[in-house]
Antibody, heavy 122, light 106 residues
């Protein structure tokens, strides 16, 4: 059974940092590009970043560029999102999501975690 | 950035009826489009990719069509469990963008 389990969310002050993790199981992690997608309360979905299966290619949304870094450790089947200089508008549930192939998120997101809530507030 | 626009915002449909959801892209995305279903309190689920291919395990009552800038998601005979918000998303180029969603009410 495929599972993606996010962790690391919580309450942080504006300007603070947080590191999210997403542990994968039930599939060959390195063969799949992985992404972060977030959703503010009562709002739609927003793509945040994508990393290729090897970790060699990454893309970020302009809204997080220079502040968020996505990485992966294929030996640990884990995806990470390092978030710095957090803003109130970064408050959202953060989902990790897996794509069918290794290169980019072509074909959409077939695997989803349950999400972890990040709240940025003073 | 490609803007994805979904209509209607809310769709009220009786069980057994057909539901038709629209998604329009501000420029061509070819067939690089996916549809997701999100039920209350749950993560999204992939329904359709490449505009018209059903994902694994998705019932045949869900179908996708279109290419370029105009896309349709059809639920042929609505079931009560189809109550959800439906999102379209392109993967033609960066950044990926989602539509704002269509809420399907029973």
């Amino acid at each position: 059974e495929v599972q993606l389990v996010e962790s690391g969310g919580g309450l942080v002050q504006p300007g603070g940092s947080l590191r999210l993790s997403c542990e994968a199981s039930g599939f060959t992690f390195s063969s799949h590009a992985m992404s972060w997608v977030r959703q503010a309360q009562g709002k739609g979905l927003e793509w945040v970043s994508t990393i290729s299966g090897s970790g060699g290619s990454r893309y970020n949304a302009d809204s997080v560029k220079g502040r968020f870094t996505t990485s992966r450790d294929n030996s640990k089947n884990t995806l990470y999102l390092e978030m710095n200089s957090l803003r109130v508008e970064d408050t959202a549930v953060y989902y990790c999501a897996g794509s069918p192939g290794p290169y980019y998120d072509i074909g959409g997101y077939i695997y989803w975690g349950q999400g972890t809530l990040v709240t940025v507030s003073s | 950035e490609i803007v994805m626009t979904q209509s209607p915002a809310t769709l009220s449909v009786s069980p057994g009826e057909r539901a038709t959801l629209s998604c329009r892209a501000s420029q061509s995305v070819s067939s690089d489009l996916a549809w997701y279903q999100q039920k209350p309190g749950q993560a999204p689920r992939l329904l359709i990719y490449d505009a018209s291919t059903r994902a694994t395990g998705i019932p045949a009552r869900f179908s996708g069509s279109g290419s370029g800038t105009e896309f349709i998601l059809t639920i042929s005979s609505l079931q009560s469990e189809d109550l959800a918000v439906y999102f379209c998303q392109h993967y033609k180029n960066w950044p990926r963008t989602f539509g704002q969603g269509t809420k399907v009410e029973i």
